[in-house]
């Protein structure tokens, strides 16, 4: 089936007791048995719960794995996916990961003997020059936010294929509709759900998504023993959200490109990080790779003063954190998502003081690019 028929359709079936066609929010916490050891599958709703299954299904079919484990955050998911590794293991990692990822991975998984070195993994040869003996696994973000740099999918997984290291991706950014990270060769896919996969910012939620069933099996194990599932409502909005993946993905890119346009012709922007552009440095590797650009873009506008004077004035974007909804958020991460990151790291990852990140969502074009016109004319 194609990729909309999926995300309609895969992991549901009409609810068997009543027909239902959409799956119902199993909110219980155990399940009645018949006898000792009689059970319809179910026992206690930490390990099995039916919404819960149905979305894992649905998005391990958009991801074209074989299995898909929930969590209640995208954190909740990486930090499950790390504890696959063992004390004493070493991670390769991108060096302008997700500033929540970056936290957990030194100031809590580091701490438990994890060890991790972070590279720029735009650049191959500094992924395969980073790797040691003990290196398991190599974890990257592409794009990465908000700077939007691409590493190349499917040489990593040759490097990890050859050094026999999970390679694990986190996708968030693209959503399956635009990268498939498995099909190029990825083991592991994972996903802040929150963002574009639920699509309207009313969930929190995470998911990993496996192409090895025995590593479905090991993930599902932790995801039982930690306990940091997702709950069934949540799974529920998310189903709800897949079913209109591929429409809403279809309109953030159109307007994302729109939008990138638009910034290009304006006199007070000095920089536009978009990979769509034909001169960002790797608009032909993400040809490549992702079947469109998305909505997620960055621009540097010179100065704090001027980025404050922007957000101050935009109407109809609204200054707030998060990304991948229905409606346009515009950020400033130096001081929001990246203000843990120390400021020389953060100047030589290119997120001065000056850098707007927005999240174009699916609103008329022409009234994003008014307000962003009005507010532009401010500075
Ligand atoms: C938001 C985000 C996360 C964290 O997800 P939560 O659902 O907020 O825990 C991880 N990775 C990326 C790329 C994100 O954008």
Redesign the pocket.
């Known amino acids: 089936m194609g990729f909309a028929t999926d995300a309609i359709h895969a992991g549901q079936q009409p609810d068997p007791t009543t027909g239902a066609i959409i799956t119902p929010i199993y909110q219980t916490s155990t399940y009645v048995q018949a006898e000792i050891g009689k059970h319809k599958g179910y026992e206690y709703a930490r390990t099995q719960n039916p919404t819960r299954a149905a979305l894992e299904a649905n998005i391990a079919a958009l991801e074209r794995g074989v299995c898909g484990i929930a969590f ?7 930090n499950a996916t790390l504890t696959l590794l063992k004390s004493g293991n070493h991670v390769v990692a991108s060096s302008n ?2 500033g ?2 970056f936290r957990l991975f030194v100031r809590i998984l580091a701490t438990f003997g994890l060890e991790f070195s972070f590279v720029d993994t735009s650049n191959i040869n500094l992924v395969e020059a980073a790797i040691q003996s003990s290196t398991r696994m190599i974890f990257i ?1 592409t794009p990465t ?1 908000p700077t939007m740099t691409i590493s190349d999918l499917a040489a990593i997984s040759r490097i990890a294929q050859a050094h026999r290291l999970r390679f694990v991706v ?1 996708n ?2 693209m959503s399956p509709y635009f990268q498939r990270p498995i099909e190029l060769g990825a083991d592991i896919v ?6 574009f996969l639920n699509g309207h910012s009313d969930s ?3 998911m990993v998504v496996v192409k090895d069933p025995e590593e479905g099996e090991r993930l599902a194990f932790i995801q039982n023993a930690a306990g940091a599932i997702l709950s069934p409502f949540d799974a529920w909005l998310i189903l709800r959200g897949t079913k209109t993946l591929a429409v809403r993905m279809r309109q953030h890119d159109a307007n994302g490109r729109a939008i990138a346009r638009f910034l290009g012709g304006q006199r007070q922007v000095q920089k536009i990080y978009y990979p769509g552009l034909a001169d960002h440095p790797q608009h032909e590797l993400a040809q490549r790779q992702m079947s469109g650009f998305g909505s997620m873009i960055a621009f540097e506008l010179g100065s704090l003063e001027k980025a404050n004077t922007l957000l101050k004035h935009v109407r109809l974007c609204s200054l707030a954190e ?3 909804g229905v409606e346009t958020l515009i950020s400033h991460p130096a001081t929001m ?1 990246h203000a843990s990151v120390p400021r020389e790291d953060r100047i030589r990852l290119g997120i001065t003081d000056g850098l707007v990140r927005i999240s174009v969502g699916i609103e008329d074009v022409e009234d994003i690019i008014t307000d962003l016109e009005q507010a532009l004319s401010r500075l």
Do not use: P, Q
């Not at 209640?72 to 990486?78: D, E, V």
């Not at 994972?190 to 963002?195: A, V, Y």
């Open positions: 209640a955050s995208g954190l909740a998911a990486i990961l997700y929540g990822t973000e936010n986190d968030t950014f994972i996903h802040s759900t929150t963002k929190i939620g995470g998060s990304l991948g998502t």
